[in-house]
């Protein structure tokens, strides 16, 4: 199983990024996705997720309105559109898969099965 973040990098605030997730090694359609990020010092926090689908998509409150997530399940990918980068957007994102779409539990990164190894955000301010 792989999982590969790429696309992070330096950013001005109000600035973009686009950042991917490209898996291998499992049914990515059998999967949700999720990006999670981990700032240093702090734990790993929730951004977004995506239904097996596209169809259904959950955001933190704080990349709401900002961010968008989308996957391709022809490629097996999973994308982070983020918009109106702010400082406190710095951090490493993961992406991850899960099985299950339960909005009570995608939040918590101890329910997914698979992680990717991190692309470094920096946005200055």
């Known amino acids: 199983v792989q999982l590969q973040a790429s696309g992070g990098g330096l950013v001005q605030a109000g600035g973009s990024l686009r950042l991917s997730c490209t898996t291998s090694?499992?049914?990515?359609?059998?999967?949700?996705m999720g990006w999670f990020r981990q700032a240093p010092g702090k734990e790993r926090q929730f951004v977004s997720a995506?239904?097996?689908?596209?169809?259904?998509?959950h955001y933190s409150d704080s990349v709401k309105g900002r961010f968008t997530i989308s996957r391709d399940n022809a490629k097996n990918t999973v994308t982070l559109e983020m918009n109106s980068l702010k400082p406190e957007d710095t951090a490493v994102y993961y992406c991850?898969?899960?099985?299950?779409?339960?909005?009570?539990?995608?939040?918590?990164?101890?329910?997914?099965?698979?992680w990717g190894q991190g692309t470094q955000v920096t946005v200055s301010s």
């Open positions: 090694g499992f049914i990515f359609d059998n999967y949700i």
């Open positions: 995506v239904n097996w689908y596209g169809d259904k998509k």
């Open positions: 991850a898969a899960d099985t299950r779409w339960d909005y009570g539990e995608m939040e918590y990164p101890s329910n997914y099965d698979y």
